[in-house]
């Protein structure tokens, strides 16, 4: 199997850093996602041994990437990158929660380092937002072609159905967009499709553009119709 990126959980809580890193593991079961939390000792804090160890064991070659919750774990995890390979372990400025399921996803879909790096910090405030409601993406204005899709998963959208469907669509020539109820998301943007608040049942236009759009479009009838795997 092709090396992935590998993420760190760095956090002043063990379980604050394992429930993000259960969170991000699930959106992305063949990506290491390794928390490192808490003093060493029970309590709040951060451990750099820990820290270090983290960063080892989840790189099996493509490198790391690390978030942090508050700004002494961030001192932490800089100490720790310095008795890794240069480049290989890169400590990001990101929402926790949000950076790290994006990261997931991005690693998952096979994007490397510097890619996910990006993906990441995208999950941060000042990151580009979709169109306003009702505005058609310009890059899909001509040569789309779209289908109607139904949510057929009790949930509809939420983050797991958003991750496979980001999934889903990775790595293909294709740009995909994801309306619902006036607005749009990127289908590649785990956080924009949560964001679309698609209910189970919810009729959903997919609409895609490029060389693999018609891919595309087969790949996330053929998801709805296995209820997004639920």
């Given at each position: 199997?092709?090396?992935?990126?590998?993420?760190?959980?760095?956090?002043?809580?063990?379980?604050?850093?394992?429930?993000v890193?259960?969170?991000?593991g699930?959106?992305?079961?063949?990506?290491?996602?390794?928390p490192?939390g808490?003093?060493?000792?029970?309590?709040?804090?951060?451990?750099y041994?820990?820290?270090?160890?983290?960063?080892?064991?989840a790189?099996?070659?493509?490198?790391?990437?690390v978030?942090y919750?508050?700004?002494?774990?961030k001192?932490i995890a800089?100490?720790?990158?310095?008795?890794?390979?240069d480049?290989?372990?890169?400590?990001?400025d990101?929402?926790l929660?949000?950076?790290?399921?994006?990261a997931?996803?991005s690693?998952?879909?096979?994007?490397?380092?510097?890619?996910v790096?990006?993906?990441?910090?995208?999950a941060?405030p000042?990151?580009?937002q979709?169109?306003?409601?009702?505005?058609?993406?310009?890059?899909?204005?001509?040569?789309?072609?779209?289908?109607?899709?139904?949510l057929t998963n009790?949930?509809?959208?939420?983050?797991?159905?958003?991750?496979?469907?980001?999934?889903?669509?990775a790595?293909?020539?294709?740009?995909v967009?994801?309306?619902?109820g006036g607005?749009?998301?990127?289908?590649?943007?785990?956080l924009?499709?949560m964001?679309?608040?698609?209910?189970g049942?919810?009729?959903?236009?997919?609409?895609?553009?490029?060389k693999?759009?018609?891919?595309?479009?087969?790949?996330?009838?053929?998801?709805?119709?296995?209820?997004f795997?639920e």
């Amino acid at each position: 199997m092709t090396p992935r990126v590998g993420l760190v959980v760095v956090s002043h809580s063990a379980k604050l850093a394992e429930g993000v890193a259960e969170l991000a593991g699930q959106m992305a079961p063949d990506v290491v996602v390794l928390p490192a939390g808490g003093d060493g000792d029970g309590g709040l804090g951060t451990d750099y041994e820990k820290v270090v160890a983290a960063m080892t064991e989840a790189d099996s070659g493509a490198g790391v990437v690390v978030l942090y919750d508050l700004g002494s774990a961030k001192m932490i995890a800089d100490m720790a990158v310095e008795e890794t390979e240069d480049g290989r372990v890169i400590v990001v400025d990101a929402p926790l929660v949000e950076g790290a399921v994006v990261a997931a996803v991005s690693a998952q879909g096979g994007a490397g380092l510097a890619d996910v790096v990006v993906a990441a910090a995208s999950a941060g405030p000042g990151a580009p937002q979709p169109p306003p409601a009702g505005r058609p993406s310009l890059r899909l204005v001509t040569n789309a072609a779209s289908v109607d899709v139904v949510l057929t998963n009790e949930v509809g959208l939420h983050a797991r159905p958003s991750a496979l469907l980001a999934r889903t669509v990775a790595g293909l020539d294709a740009d995909v967009v994801v309306r619902f109820g006036g607005d749009e998301a990127d289908a590649k943007s785990v956080l924009a499709l949560m964001g679309l608040g698609a209910p189970g049942g919810a009729h959903i236009e997919v609409v895609a553009s490029g060389k693999d759009a018609e891919e595309a479009l087969r790949r996330v009838e053929e998801l709805a119709e296995r209820g997004f795997d639920e």
